[in-house]
């Protein structure tokens, strides 16, 4: 086994988990990322994955691989960032373990992020939401657990991350009015649901199988719900609710939208985007504030309740300016 080998084993193994306390899913993407990585750094390089050396992680072909990810495998700028966080956080590993790639360790991390467009946030109105809570069949079992977890997503501003590791010890009891939720970084909060989401919750538990998993969301297996299978659970139901609320047909529905439509909806009631932050769970307040360019008509409401200023035309005669001297100078010859 070759140093990288051993030094990518401790990262994802030992130092994210143990020292670092590091999410099982950010460990996930880290090691999907970092996999990536040797594949394409082996094939570069024209050796097998376990041959690679530290010295061939140069920045020429992390520049090379991050081109590779928007070219070749169609990656947005926001995935290629996520993929570059992820060797970043790599390099800051072995710089205080191998002194003698402080220098290599210096150069990848100081490769930029890369800018890329930011599009309006997606929203759902009332009516959208009130279809997609009405979509699951509530005489059925798998109906009653869907209509749950859609309500206490969209209630809550879950992220699918945290809908799917829930727990029935997360909710108080007795009346399951409060959720107990762990986000990223390792950041806790506590929310109050509505009666209508306690009632939801309810509902489900009285049927949720006896059964040694742990999770409060159970699939047909009787398995922990999965990111992917709530993903298709959701997807499902936005279909059946589109056949009521036509607008649906032309969303992608996905339980990210929940939790946008939640910050969104929370923000025009609180006009407070630092309580939004609070609800969602955003270590920074800079990241809620994308939530402030998501409705445009209410900008054209804010528009028309204002009158434009009384300006006249400007003109530059008259002005006395070195620089404006100097320049008239220069055209004239």
């Not at 030992?14 to 099982?24: H, K, Y």
């Not at 996930?28 to 394409?40: G, R």
């Not at 090379?64 to 993929?83: C, D, Q």
Request: aromatic residues 6%; proline residues 5%.
């Amino acid at each position: 086994m070759t140093e990288l080998a051993r030094l990518l084993n401790t990262f994802l193994c030992v130092w994210l988990p143990r020292d670092r306390n590091t999410s099982p899913h950010t460990i996930v993407s880290y090691a999907t990322s970092l996999n990536m990585l040797v594949v394409f750094a082996a094939d570069r390089h024209g050796t097998r994955p376990c041959k690679l050396e530290v010295e061939q992680f140069d920045t020429d072909t992390i520049l090379a691989f991050l081109a590779f990810l928007e070219k070749e495998h169609g990656n947005s700028v926001a995935t290629r960032n996520v993929r570059l966080a992820a060797v970043k956080s790599f390099f800051r590993f072995i710089e205080f373990r191998k002194p003698a790639y402080l220098s290599l360790a210096g150069q990848v991390r100081a490769i930029p992020v890369k800018k890329g467009e930011l599009p309006l946030i997606g929203n759902l109105d009332q009516a959208e939401i009130l279809a997609l809570l009405d979509a699951p069949d509530r005489k059925t079992r798998a109906g009653i657990r869907d209509h749950a977890m859609v309500i206490l997503t969209y209630n809550a501003g879950l992220r699918v991350s945290e809908l799917v590791s829930l727990t029935p010890d997360d909710l108080k009891p007795p009346r399951f009015d409060q959720v107990r939720l762990m986000g990223k970084g390792r950041r806790e909060r506590v929310l109050p649901l509505w009666k209508k989401t306690t009632t939801a919750i309810t509902a489900w538990l009285l049927i949720r199988p006896d059964v040694e998993d742990p999770h409060l969301f159970l699939n047909a297996m009787n398995k922990g719900m999965t990111r992917r299978g709530f993903a298709k659970r959701l997807a499902l139901h936005g279909e059946t609710a589109a056949r009521t609320v036509p607008s649906l047909a032309q969303r992608t529905v996905n339980p990210h939208l929940l939790r946008h439509a939640c910050a969104i909806h929370t923000l025009k009631d609180t006009e407070d985007v630092r309580k939004v932050s609070l609800w969602l769970g955003h270590s920074s307040i800079q990241t809620t504030k994308m939530y402030l360019r998501a409705e445009p008509f209410e900008k054209l409401e804010t528009l028309k309740a204002r009158h434009p200023p009384g300006l006249r035309k400007g003109s530059f005669r008259g002005v006395q300016d070195e620089l404006l001297a100097m320049l008239g100078a220069i055209k004239k010859g």
